[in-house]
Nanobody, 127 residues
Framework: QVQLVESGGGLVQAGGSLRLSCAAS????????MGWFRQTPGKEREFVAR????????AYADSVKGRFTISRDNAKNTVYLQMNSLKSEDTAVYYC????????????????????WGQGTQVTVSS
């Protein structure tokens, strides 16, 4: 069992930056691929980024590529999402998720593929 707790959300002006953190409990965290998703009211949960357990391979949604960076520190059981050049359309609740089934595929965008979820953290970008 893995528990995930996000933090770092808040209100920021367009063009600014935020870094989200996701702290995980459980010894098996370092063997899981991790992802970040986001969701706005009335819309489906949207893939943002994913990182394999080793941290060497990452994947991003086209909408955030070049602006967001996912990373992880397995010693701290934490995954991060550095968000730069934020836009108003980045406003959403951001969730981290763990994929306990397979670390082999770099790009897995379907929420159903992930087994564990955090409670989410709100990011609001004002224009």
């Amino acid at each position: 069992q893995v528990q995930l707790v996000e933090s770092g959300g808040g209100l920021v002006q367009a063009g600014g930056s935020l870094r989200l953190s996701c702290a995980a409990s459980g010894r098996t965290f370092r063997s899981y691929a991790m992802g970040w998703f986001r969701q706005t009211p009335g819309k489906e949960r949207e893939f943002v980024a994913r990182i394999r357990w080793s941290g060497g391979s990452t994947a991003y949604a086209d909408s955030v590529k070049g602006r967001f960076t996912i990373s992880r520190d397995n010693a701290k059981n934490t995954v991060y999402l550095q968000m730069n050049s934020l836009k108003s359309e980045d406003t959403a609740v951001y969730y981290c998720a763990a994929d306990a089934k397979s670390d082999l595929v770099v790009r897995v965008t379907a929420p159903l593929a992930y087994d564990y979820w955090g409670q989410g953290t709100q990011v609001t970008v004002s224009s």
